[in-house]
């Protein structure tokens, strides 16, 4: 039945998740009959859209493409997928000089970053058919400076290939994809294993002052492998940290002490309140406790 509603239909309770105060009956009332609508929607965007525009950020675009990410945009905007993390991504964009985003996917955080920063911008992403997805996404919003390489980032020193796994998520565009080897991730389905290009992360990440990584479990190996640039240089850091990757959450804790960074947890629901860490205290477990797994290392407090 809800199936049947056509989606313009919706607009005004998509309008009164972004407009009315968080715990507000209306905004509940909303929500309740969005998530109702997405489940009965899902995988189906794409055949009754031409594009997708977030009602909080209408001068961007996206392809409409089937993708969790993007179901999440339509029918929350912006603001619904992973809460505060693109408020923030931006603010740190419009400081950046030069920004590196490791797991570009269909692009949301590539094109919100690359219209707020003045500086250069490499957004990193292995999976070909992601890969064109993201290339639409820059020209239909006019990012041409966007440097934008299809392969994966790597540890070592070498340009050579390595194996992705691709998840067996039902989309025809996958947000777990992740490497064989090297990786902290847990119970993930397979649907295919592919082969790309990987490209050392030192090389990536020389003269970053800003840079994210949202790559499925290699973050522990990344990190490490420029550890040194790191602490000489202290970019702003924007990491994916999941429950399962214990390593990874020992790294951050040791490096923000050894290098002088503030932890601070983002919320992606719930809340929009930052959640600053002491580095005693932070584990890989952490996060999920405030309903995130993403968090920033800087040098400053967030506003």
Not at 227 to 244: A, C, F, M, W, Y
């Amino acid at each position: 039945m809800i199936r049947r509603v056509p989606l313009s239909m919706y607009r005004p309770f998509r309008q009164a998740c972004l407009d009315l105060p968080r715990r507000h009956p209306v905004r509940v009332a909303a929500i309740l009959l969005l998530k109702r609508a997405a489940r009965a929607h899902a995988r189906q965007l794409a055949g009754q859209l031409d594009e997708i525009r977030p009602l909080d950020v209408p001068a961007i675009s996206f392809e409409a493409v089937d993708s969790m990410v993007m179901d999440a945009v339509f029918w929350f905007g912006v603001r619904g997928y992973e809460g505060t993390v693109p408020r923030v991504w931006t603010s740190l964009c419009e400081e950046a000089r030069s920004v590196l985003e490791i797991g570009g996917n269909v692009g949301l955080f590539t094109v919100l970053g690359a219209r707020a920063t003045t500086g250069t911008y490499t957004v990193v992403e292995p999976i070909p058919a992601i890969a064109e997805t993201l290339r639409a996404n820059l020209a239909r919003n006019g990012l041409a400076k966007v440097e934008m390489l299809q392969a994966a980032a790597i540890a070592g020193d070498d340009t050579h290939d390595v194996v992705l796994n691709l998840p067996d998520e039902g989309r025809q565009m996958p947000v777990g994809a992740h490497l064989i080897d090297d990786v902290e991730v847990a119970g993930r389905s397979t649907k295919a294993h592919i082969t790309v290009q990987g490209l050392p992360m030192r090389r990536l990440a020389q003269g970053r002052d800003l840079i994210k990584i949202d790559a499925e479990g290699i973050e522990m190996a990344l990190l490490s492998d420029i550890h040194g640039l790191l602490v000489e240089t202290r970019p702003t850091l924007l990491i994916e940290v999941l429950p399962e990757a214990k390593r990874l959450g020992e790294l951050l804790a040791s490096l923000a002490r050894e290098a002088g960074y503030r932890i601070h947890v983002l919320p992606e629901y719930g809340s929009d309140e930052i959640v600053s860490v002491p580095a005693e205290d932070f584990t890989s477990d952490l996060p999920r406790r405030y309903h995130s797994k993403d968090v920033v290392l800087s040098r400053a407090a967030l506003a």
